[in-house]
């Protein structure tokens, strides 16, 4: 039995980000960022706002910087889910972690990173009703 999975499941993203500054430690996603989930189409909308991966500098050695290339759009698309909430938290960050090994980003880096959001992230207790998946 492994720790961690180390293939991704049941994603396809579509567009590279391009990121605008947006304010202090914040960028905004210039295109529209889409990507699919089972049947469902996802679509994080331009002018949409981020501070990457909330990653504090001191651990920036060990998981890399906010807007590593590997992790930006796992990031982008985390935090739209966290703030549109439309799904629950655990699934939220379970699909963090899958879209992270999507990109290329190596398991036990990956497995850090969804640890440190699933102890330390963002908890709702149910989705938001009216949320629009689409944007």
Same mark, same amino acid.
């Given at each position: 039995?492994?720790?961690?999975?180390?293939? #991704?499941?049941?994603?396809? &993203? *579509? @567009?590279? =980000?391009?990121?605008?500054?947006?304010? $202090?430690?914040?960028?905004?996603?210039?295109?529209?960022?889409?990507?699919?989930?089972?049947?469902?189409?996802?679509?994080?909308?331009?002018?949409?706002?981020?501070?990457?991966?909330?990653?504090? #500098?001191?651990?920036?050695? &060990? *998981? @890399?910087? =906010?807007?590593?290339?590997?992790?930006? $759009?796992?990031?982008?698309?985390?935090?739209?889910?966290?703030?549109?909430?439309?799904?629950?938290?655990?699934?939220?960050?379970?699909?963090?972690?899958?879209?992270?090994?999507?990109?290329?980003?190596?398991?036990?880096?990956?497995?850090?990173?969804?640890?440190?959001?699933?102890?330390?992230?963002?908890?709702?207790?149910?989705?938001?009703?009216?949320?629009?998946?689409?944007?």
């Amino acid at each position: 039995m492994t720790l961690f999975r180390t293939k #991704p499941t049941r994603h396809f &993203i *579509v @567009g590279e =980000p391009t990121l605008t500054r947006a304010g $202090r430690g914040q960028y905004a996603v210039v295109y529209p960022l889409a990507w699919w989930m089972d049947i469902t189409l996802y679509m994080v909308h331009a002018q949409f706002r981020t501070d990457g991966g909330s990653i504090p #500098p001191i651990f920036w050695p &060990i *998981v @890399g910087h =906010p807007y590593s290339p590997s992790s930006i $759009r796992a990031c982008i698309i985390h935090d739209w889910l966290c703030r549109e909430r439309v799904l629950p938290p655990g699934l939220v960050h379970d699909i963090f972690y899958d879209l992270l090994l999507h990109d290329g980003v190596a398991p036990l880096r990956a497995w850090l990173m969804w640890t440190a959001v699933k102890n330390f992230g963002p908890t709702w207790t149910t989705p938001t009703p009216a949320g629009d998946p689409h944007g």
